[in-house]
């Protein structure tokens, strides 16, 4: 499976390690949130290593729709009345600084990588109540919204929050320039980190510093990463001829569409579900019949799916990665806006490192308690994990490697998932999606 990204842009394939080394920073895992930290921390002038146990970018930032907003779904409103209007604001702040460093990076650099500035949308077919609410929050707080009746999408909607001033682009070709000058060690799977020694299938690098910045951190102890968070995924169509919506379009509605142009095609998103709990119907179907109907003279071209990491109170987890380990820092979380979100990690991680505080580390802090705003998913995401770990004890169950909870074959997808945590395997069983690390064994 690739996406409409990978077929269209050639990263320079890097050596493996070989042998030991030693660095100030190792940073794990070279997709958007890897790549940017180390980018901001060679800036700083520290010496960085990336470990990659595949390719750069061949991650989720590969499977991306790669909108760069601080648009995150109604997120405002719900993160006033849980979080409160300080933490709220903070976290509008940090996502529309990071919004507006990308455009600033890629004018510097001059890096071509198909960036348009585009106006985002939240749109509703069936209430504008919710919309209204999000749109008095969000102005409150500082960020540029606005309501409006009507937009670029060939149907009707009963309103739609504007936000202006974000952004699209291909996130590959983007991936491909900033990271030509890092050093980054590809086929190099890191097996374990011991201290400040991360091992890998490939020899050793010690480093003063380790980031997982690997989507969904593998390491369980400490951190209890498995414990706050779970994962998502969705079903991409890529299809063309479309003309351009002039924006970038998310439904608020359940069973709503995701939309965004590029070069001439339109990128459809649909059907979000925990991954491990696959649709009753078949999502690329439904999207079969959508496009059909919205726009009868495209062709479909390529599908594909993504999933990213939810957090209990929405809200990334960026900083130290335990109170036990000062020295390591974790970058995860993003629930599915990480462009936004890896820029506001590399620039804070890239502080922390060097030993300054930002306005956002308490927010952003994984240590955080933010109770009243994770009850919910906390009593959710535990359910699903005793079901998942108690049907995994069971004669015939196919495990996963990573805390044993029994497999689900996703028919759409076709692959086994994790019910608890997200990993995802292959039909031969070689893995596709962490935490687990393994490849099952082989399948029928
Ligand atoms: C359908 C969908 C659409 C989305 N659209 C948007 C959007 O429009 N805008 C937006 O902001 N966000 C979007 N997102 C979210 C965004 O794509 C992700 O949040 C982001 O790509 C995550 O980046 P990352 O660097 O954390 O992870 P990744 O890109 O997955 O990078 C992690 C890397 O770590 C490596 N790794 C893992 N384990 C190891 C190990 N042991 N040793 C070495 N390397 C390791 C992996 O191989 C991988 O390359 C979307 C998500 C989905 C599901």
Known sequence: MKSIWMDSTLIPRRNSLTGNKRTEVVIIGAG?????????????????????????????????????????????????????????????????????EYGKLIKRYSIQCHYEKKDAYLYSVQESKKLLEEVQSAKELGMPA??????????????????TGQAQFNPLE?????????????????????????????????????????????VNVPGFYFAKMYQEKSYVMELGPVEDLEGMYLGVDKKAYSFRNYDGKLLLGFGSHRTGKAPDTDPFITMRHTAEHLFHQAEEFRSWTAQDCMTLDSIPYIGTFSAFRP?????????????????????MLSMQITGKRTPYDAVFSPQRHHIKASALRFAEH?????????????????????????????????????????????ISGKISAGPAQQSLPFID
């Open 32 to 100: 958007m949130a890897g790549i940017l930290t180390a980018f901001y921390l060679q800036r700083h002038g520290v010496h960085v290593v990336v470990l990659e146990a595949n390719r750069i970018g061949s991650g989720q930032s590969g499977f991306t729709t790669a909108k760069i907003t601080s648009q995150h779904n109604l997120i405002y409103h719900k993160l006033e009345k849980s979080v409160g209007k300080e933490s709220a604001r903070l976290y509008g702040k940090a996502n529309q600084l990071a919004v507006e």
């Open 146 to 163: 606005s309501f409006v009746r009507e937009t670029k999408l060939p149907f009707p909607v009963c309103g739609a929050v504007r936000f």
């Open 174 to 218: 983007f991936i491909k320039e900033i990271s030509s000058g890092i050093t980054v060690y590809e086929r190099t799977k890191v097996l374990k980190v011991q201290g400040h020694d991360v091992i890998t299938d490939r020899g050793v690098v010690k480093a003063e510093k380790i980031v997982f910045a690997s989507h969904y951190p593998f």
């Open 327 to 347: 020295d390591w820092y974790v970058a995860t979380g993003f629930g599915k806006w990480g462009m936004s979100s890896s820029m506001v990690a590399a620039k």
């Open 382 to 426: 535990g359910l699903e994990s005793v079901k998942g770990l108690s049907a995994g004890v069971k004669p015939g169950a196919v495990n996963c490697p990573h805390m044993g909870c029994r497999l689900i074959w996703n028919q759409y997808d076709k692959r086994w998932e994790c019910p608890c945590h997200g990993s995802g395997f292959e």
